[in-house]
């Protein structure tokens, strides 16, 4: 079971992984992460503020407390100078413990002023960088972008080149559907030319005038070849009498009457 949970895993992170290499803009990403160098440069700022404004308050208490030891040293002078040893030795007490504070806060200022030093030396490294990768982000920039359009211009002369490839198939077949058509008709009217197709009646598209003028031609065809053979007849021997068939201008023979 802890096997296939782990291959489930690794496919879904796979397919996620995937997902978003897919739909991921370099260009976006680069903006991105130089937006958070940019606040990590103001978080190194702000903390340089800070430790800027503590030493400096640190500064002015150890300033204040110095003041108010030499306030302390000329009145211990006063109280001296008045006969007044009991005041004189309060005010340097004090004055001593004026002393001690400011020696206690020495260490801290000179910590703060490390840190200070550190955190402005830091934002100076920092702030090249972010320089730096601003340069570099919009060169990478520019480059992805030129990439895209030259592949978007490359993708698109391979669509038109598959388009004209389509064409080209088009004029193809229209090209063979013509010369088909061409052939036939040439062959229809080889066909017409020699007899085969004409019609028993009259052929197709013929009107009724034209059938009747047809036939008027193809009886006087007829006499004229009639009339020809008349004429050859009478100008040889008298025709044969065929037997059962009376010649022209004569009677039957008494048998055949007869008969009847």
Known sequence: MSGIMQRVSLIFRSKANKALDKA????????????????????VRRGLADVATSRKR??????QLDQQSTKLQGQAQQAL?????????????????????IADLQPQQAQLQAEEEK??????????????????????????????AQTKINEAFSGISEEMGDVGMTIQRAEDKTAQMQARASAVDELIASGVLDDQVGGPGKD????????LSAGTSVDAELAAMKAQLG?????????????????????QEDKA
């Open 24 to 43: 991921e803009d370099p260009r976006e990403t680069l903006d991105y992460s130089y937006t958070k160098m940019q606040e990590q440069l103001q978080r």
């Open 58 to 63: 640190l500064e002015l208490q150890m300033q």
């Open 81 to 101: 100078g008045a006969g007044r040893e009991d005041l004189a030795r309060e005010a340097l007490t004090r004055k001593a413990a004026l002393q001690q504070q």
């Open 119 to 148: 955190l402005a030396n830091a934002s100076q490294r920092l702030q090249a960088k972010v320089e730096a990768f601003r340069t570099k982000k919009e060169t990478l920039k520019a480059t992805y972008t030129a990439a895209e």
């Open 208 to 215: 009724d005038i034209s059938l009747e003028l047809e036939k």
């Open 235 to 255: 100008a040889g021997s008298a025709p044969a009498q065929i037997e059962g068939v009376p010649v022209e201008g004569q009677q039957a023979p008494a048998a």
